[in-house]
C-alpha cells in the first residue's frame, strides 16, 4: 500500500506540492488527475523515490521512501514498474534488450529463459515478434506498449503510468486503456496513472484522486468523481474556461 | 555606483556559480570511485567505451600526431639550421611530442570525438527520462553511465598517446631525414640520447589525467542536462569548452610538478 503524508516540494521559490495527503488502495487503479503543470509528474515520482519530499512522508508498504539511503531505495524499487510520457526506451538497445534489461539486472535468469519471459511480456501486450526492432523503428503507441511490457517483465506489484495516452490518437489511446486495464486485472497489480484525458480517467480508474495548486482537493470512486459537485473538478471535466482554474 | 555594484554582483555570482561547478563535479568523480569498486564491474559496457574512446580514435590521432610530427621538424630545421644543429631536430620532435603534444593533442582530439559524445548522449538520455528509467528500474545510472566513461577515458588516453608519439616522431623523421636530409644516424641517435624512459612515462600520467578530465566533465554536463534538445546542444558545447580548457590549464600545473 501506498499513503502518502502531507508531502510538500518547491523548485526553488516554486511551490508544486503543498501537502499531499493520498492513500493508493492496493490492486486497484488509483488515476491522479490535474492541469497540465501543476505537479502530477511530480507526485508520481515522489512515489517512486525519484524526487524526495522536502517535507512529508511516502510511505511503501509501511516504509518511509523518502528517508532510505540509495541501497535500501532500490530495494523498493523492485516493487515497482514505470511506463514514462515517451516510454524512456533505451535508444542504444533493441526491443528484447530494453524488456531483458530489469531481468539481467536483479535476476539471475539464463539468456533462454529470459528470451522467453520478454517474448511472453510482448505477447501480454499485443506485439510478439519484434524483440530485434529498435526504439527507433516504432511507433508512439508501439513504443509504450514495449515500455508497458519492461515496466511489468520484473513482475512488479505496482505499476505507474505517466500520461500513457498523451500524444496518441484516439484508436491508439483506447487500445493503451484497454492494455492497462487487462494488464491490471491479469498481473493484480497496483496502478497509479497520471493523466488529463478525461475519458481514459474514467474508464481505467478506480479511484480519482484530483490534484489543484499542489493539493489533493477530491477523491474517491470514478462514480462519486463523476457526481462531485467541487468547482474545480466540474471545471476540470467539463474543460470550461469560467471557473476556479485560471488559464493564465 | 549602481553599475559597479551590479557588475560586482555578477562577477560574485559568477564566481560563486564556478566553485559550486567544481564542487558538483568532484562530488560526481567521489561517487563514480565508490561505484567503481562496487561489484559487479559492468565489462561489456567497459569494453564498448573503450572502444569508442579509443578504437574509434585511433585514425584522428594518428593523423594529428603525424602531422604534427611533420611541422615540428619542419620548424625545428628552419631553426636549428641556423646553428648547423639540425640533428636535434630528431630530439627536439621526440621530447616535445613526448612531453607535450603527443597527450595535449591527444587529449583535444579526444574531447572534441568522445567527450562531446559522452555529453550529447547522455543528455539525449536525460531529457527522454532514459536515466530516470535506470533508477526506477533499481540500476543506479552512475555505475552504468559513468563508470564504463570514465575507465574507457583514463585507460585509452595514454594508450592513443603511445600511438600519437609514435606517429609524431615517424612524422619527424619522414620529413627530417628523406625530404630536409638529415643525417640518419645523428637524427636517431639523438632522439636515443635526449629522450628518457621518464619523459614517456609522465606524458602517458599527464594523458591518463587528461582522459579523466575529458571524461568526467563530458558525463558531468551530460548528465546534468536539461531543457530539451537545447540544452542536449548546450551541455555539448560546454562540456567541450570546458574540457579543453581544463586539459590545457592542468597541462601546465602536471609539467609544472613533474619536470
Request: proline share 3%; aromatic share 6%; net charge neutral.
Amino acid at each position: 500500500m501506498i499513503k502518502l503524508v502531507d508531502v510538500h516540494k518547491s523548485f526553488g521559490r516554486q511551490k508544486v506540492l503543498g501537502g499531499i495527503n493520498l492513500d493508493i488502495e492496493d490492486g486497484k487503479t488509483t488515476v491522479i488527475i490535474g492541469g497540465s503543470g501543476g505537479g502530477k509528474s511530480v507526485l508520481l515520482k515522489h512515489i517512486i523515490g525519484l524526487l524526495r519530499p522536502d517535507r512529508g512522508q511516502v510511505l511503501v508498504d509501511g516504509v518511509d521512501i523518502a528517508s532510505l539511503n540509495d541501497r535500501d531505495l532500490n530495494e523498493v524499487r523492485k516493487k515497482f514498474g514505470m511506463l514514462f510520457q515517451e516510454a524512456a526506451l533505451f535508444d542504444s538497445m533493441n526491443v528484447m534488450e530494453n524488456i531483458a534489461f530489469p531481468l539481467r539486472e536483479h535476476t539471475g535468469k539464463k539468456n533462454a529463459e529470459i528470451r522467453q519471459i520478454v517474448a511472453d511480456r510482448l505477447k501480454a501486450v499485443g506485439l510478439s515478434g519484434i524483440e530485434e526492432k529498435m526504439p527507433s523503428e516504432l511507433s508512439g503507441g508501439m513504443r509504450k506498449r514495449v515500455g508497458l511490457a519492461r515496466a511489468i517483465a520484473l513482475h512488479p506489484q505496482i505499476v505507474l503510468f505517466d500520461e500513457p495516452t498523451t500524444g496518441l490518437d484516439p484508436v491508439m489511446t483506447e487500445a493503451i486503456n484497454e492494455l492497462i486495464m487487462e494488464t491490471q486485472r491479469n498481473f493484480n497489480l497496483t496502478c497509479v496513472v497520471i493523466s488529463h484525458d478525461v475519458q481514459s480517467i474514467f474508464k481505467v480508474g478506480h479511484r480519482i484522486a484530483m490534484l489543484y495548486e499542489g493539493r489533493i482537493v477530491e477523491y474517491g470512486t470514478a462514480e462519486e468523481i463523476h457526481h462531485s459537485s467541487n468547482p474545480v473538478l466540474r471545471q476540470f471535466l467539463s474543460g470550461s474556461l469560467e471557473g476556479p482554474i485560471s488559464v493564465m | 555606483m549602481n553599475r559597479i555594484s551590479t557588475a560586482i554582483d555578477r562577477f560574485g555570482r559568477a564566481v560563486l556559480d564556478n566553485i559550486e561547478e567544481m564542487g558538483k563535479i568532484l562530488i560526481l568523480f567521489l561517487s563514480v570511485l565508490m561505484w567503481m569498486v562496487r561489484p559487479p564491474l559492468k565489462l561489456r559496457l567497459i569494453f564498448k567505451q573503450m572502444e569508442f574512446v579509443g578504437v574509434k580514435s585511433i585514425f584522428v590521432v594518428v593523423l594529428t600526431g603525424t602531422f604534427t610530427g611533420m611541422v615540428m621538424a619542419l620548424q625545428g630545421y628552419y631553426g636549428f639550421r641556423m646553428f648547423n644543429a639540425e640533428s636535434l631536430v630528431g630530439s627536439t620532435v621526440a621530447l616535445g611530442m613526448t612531453r607535450e603534444l603527443g597527450p595535449v593533442l591527444t587529449a583535444l582530439m579526444v574531447t572534441a570525438r568522445a567527450g562531446s559524445a559522452m555529453a550529447a548522449e547522455l543528455g539525449t538520455m536525460r531529457v527522454t527520462e532514459q536515466i530516470d528509467a535506470l533508477s526506477v528500474m533499481a540500476a543506479n545510472p552512475v555505475k552504468h553511465l559513468i563508470v564504463p566513461r570514465i575507465i574507457a577515458g583514463v585507460v585509452m588516453l595514454p594508450a592513443l598517446t603511445i600511438v600519437s608519439d609514435f606517429m609524431g616522431i615517424l612524422g619527424g623523421y619522414f620529413v627530417g631525414v628523406p625530404i630536409l636530409n638529415i643525417n640518419e644516424g645523428a637524427f636517431v641517435k639523438n632522439i636515443t640520447k635526449m629522450v628518457d624512459l621518464n619523459d614517456i612515462y609522465n606524458g602517458l600520467i599527464k594523458a591518463a589525467f587528461f582522459g579523466l578530465i575529458l571524461s568526467l566533465i563530458g558525463c558531468y554536463k551530460g548528465f546534468n542536462t536539461t531543457g530539451g534538445a537545447e540544452g542536449v546542444g548546450k551541455a555539448t558545447t560546454e562540456a567541450v569548452v570546458l574540457a579543453s580548457i581544463s586539459i590545457l590549464i592542468s597541462d601546465y600545473f602536471l609539467t609544472a610538478i613533474m619536470f
